[in-house]
């Protein structure tokens, strides 16, 4: 997120352009930020996905990016929220094992009944899926990666900023599928 927001610290590395994605014969490009509050609660596990409008049903994996601050009581000690993030090269026993329909949104594509993260992390752990459980304080801010299957849970009042990019990598992301 560093680098996106301040290439000049980012030692001669250059950070992604935004790029367009060929869909159905058309260019796509561009992203997507979304501003909520929320007040504790558990996100449906999902991975960021963007329709193309009007084409053939194709989608584009998006990765995610976004700001964390905690509504009253920064002092509070602990995480805001709380994240378990798959490995993006596991999304598609992800996607099997936990039932997950990419071409749907992100709140819906989920139609279990996981509610608590132990018991999702308990779900991938069986699986032999690989995942990382992040903490997120209540001021900072966050970048995730394309592909990766994931859901947050939210502790307390906390107001977030989501940034769901389209940009062009060395890697193959945004990558379209059918």
């Known amino acids: 997120m ?8 980012s030692r001669g590395r250059q950070g992604g352009k935004l790029t367009g994605c060929r869909a159905d014969g058309v260019e796509w490009s561009g992203s997507e930020c979304m501003l909520f509050a929320k007040d504790g609660g558990m996100t449906n596990p999902h991975i960021d996905v963007q329709s193309v409008p009007g084409g053939s049903g194709q ?8 700001v964390v601050r905690r509504v009253n009581h920064q002092d509070v000690p602990g995480p805001a929220k709380q994240a378990i993030v798959v490995h993006a090269d596991d999304m598609d026993t992800a996607t099997d094992t936990l039932d997950i329909d990419i071409r749907k949104e992100s709140t819906s594509q989920y139609r279990g009944t996981l509610t608590t993260l132990p018991q999702f992390a308990r ?3 069986e699986a032999k899926i690989r995942f ?3 903490d997120f304080p209540g001021r900072c801010s966050y ?3 394309a592909q990766c299957a994931h859901v947050f849970i939210t502790i307390g009042l906390v107001e977030s900023a989501a940034w769901h990019p389209v940009f ?11």
Do not use: S, W
């Not at 989608?59 to 976004?66: C, D, H, L, S, V």
């Open 59 to 66: 989608i584009m994996y998006m990765p995610a990016a976004g």
């Open 123 to 125: 779900k991938l752990r």
């Open 2 to 9: 560093g680098e996106l927001c301040f290439p000049h610290r």
């Open 132 to 134: 990382v459980v992040m």
């Open 168 to 178: 062009k990598q060395d890697m193959p992301y945004p990558k379209l599928i059918a």
């Open 143 to 145: 970048a995730l990666p």
